[in-house]
């Protein structure tokens, strides 16, 4: 059974930082290509950062300079360092897998004050 765990969201005000993690089990993690989206209220749910297995990023123009997405297989962890956060960056951030989606889980809430 597979399990996607996000964490490190909250309120920050704009141009601070947040640290998302996303603890995966029940599948082989380092095969894996992973990928954080979001999903703002009333917006389509986006895929703003991928990572491959061999820890190839790449990222949406809307964050592109200002996250950085990493992981680390000892730890079955995939994370996204935000700066520069922008009040537009307000949304529920989740994690899955980049190729095949499974259920998605509760996410971590994101909200940047202006």
């Known amino acids: 059974q597979v399990q996607l765990v996000e964490s490190g969201g909250g309120l920050v005000q704009a141009g601070g930082s947040l640290r998302l993690a996303c603890a995966a089990s029940?599948?082989?993690?380092?095969?894996?290509?992973m990928g954080w989206y979001r999903q703002a209220p009333g917006k389509q749910r986006e895929m703003v950062a991928s990572?491959?297995?061999?820890?190839?990023?790449n990222y949406a123009n809307a964050v592109r300079g200002r996250f950085t997405i990493s992981r680390d297989n000892a730890k079955n962890t995939v994370y996204l360092q935000m700066n520069s956060l922008k009040p537009e960056d307000t949304a529920v951030y989740y994690c899955?897998?980049?190729?095949?989606?499974?259920?998605w889980g509760q996410g971590t809430q994101v909200t940047v004050s202006s």
């Open positions: 990572i491959t297995s061999g820890s190839i990023p």
């Open positions: 029940g599948t082989i993690f380092s095969l894996r290509a």
């Open positions: 899955n897998f980049r190729d095949y989606i499974y259920n």
